[in-house]
């Protein structure tokens, strides 16, 4: 995809226009607890931010009104729930309009294989992480579902055998 059709499709981004929050070293320590155990009490992250309860409450009622905090959630270990395989695929379209990234994102978002899913730019369109009980299923979930959506015109896929580093920790 060309620098200047990725501009038009994600205009956020050709703009540089990055909606950052101004964050105070407390809402920035906060932000590091919970990412790092988000079933902590208000109680128990004031004590490790060094703040009273009340104005920590406040700081991370307004991180979620603003956005910044997206919402809680439990993280698994993929493995121990049977999701033994670990895939990146990358996609390419055989048209490039808006309409057809829009399309194969919103169809690949459905799909609950699909962990994450970018746009990139260079010779493949997508990047997708997928995970599977196994290569037979990721097998089954390639030529069944992801080879068939329209407008895909080549798919590579690489195994993750193992895995080094897996974080959603922002270094804040």
């Given at each position: 995809?060309s620098?200047?059709?990725f501009?038009?499709?994600?205009?956020?981004?050709a703009?540089?226009?990055?909606n950052?929050?101004?964050l105070?070293?407390?809402?920035r320590?906060i932000?590091r607890e919970l990412?790092?155990?988000?079933?902590?009490?208000t109680?128990?992250?004031?004590?490790?931010v060094?703040?009273?309860?009340?104005p920590?409450?406040?700081?991370i009622?307004?991180?979620?009104?603003?956005?910044?905090i997206?919402?809680r959630v439990?993280?698994?270990?993929?493995?121990k729930?049977?999701l033994?395989?670990q895939i990146?695929?990358?996609?390419?379209?055989?048209?490039h309009g808006?309409?057809?990234?829009?399309?194969?994102?919103?169809t690949?978002?459905?799909?609950?294989e699909v962990?994450?899913?970018y746009?990139?730019?260079?010779?493949?369109d997508f990047?997708?992480r997928?995970v599977?009980?196994d290569?037979?299923a990721?097998?089954?979930?390639?030529?069944?579902?992801?080879s068939?959506?329209p407008g895909v015109q080549?798919?590579?896929?690489?195994v993750?055998?193992?895995e080094?580093?897996s974080?959603?920790?922002l270094?804040i």
């Amino acid at each position: 995809m060309s620098i200047a059709l990725f501009g038009m499709i994600y205009p956020e981004f050709a703009a540089n226009k990055v909606n950052m929050i101004d964050l105070d070293p407390f809402e920035r320590k906060i932000l590091r607890e919970l990412q790092r155990d988000a079933s902590l009490t208000t109680a128990q992250i004031a004590e490790r931010v060094g703040l009273t309860p009340s104005p920590c409450w406040r700081r991370i009622d307004r991180l979620e009104r603003e956005g910044l905090i997206r919402k809680r959630v439990a993280l698994l270990d993929r493995r121990k729930v049977g999701l033994n395989a670990q895939i990146f695929a990358q996609v390419k379209l055989n048209a490039h309009g808006r309409a057809n990234l829009d399309e194969f994102g919103a169809t690949i978002g459905a799909f609950p294989e699909v962990l994450d899913a970018y746009v990139l730019m260079g010779t493949m369109d997508f990047m997708l992480r997928i995970v599977t009980q196994d290569i037979d299923a990721y097998e089954r979930f390639f030529f069944e579902r992801l080879s068939k959506l329209p407008g895909v015109q080549e798919i590579h896929s690489t195994v993750a055998l193992s895995e080094i580093k897996s974080t959603n920790e922002l270094p804040i």
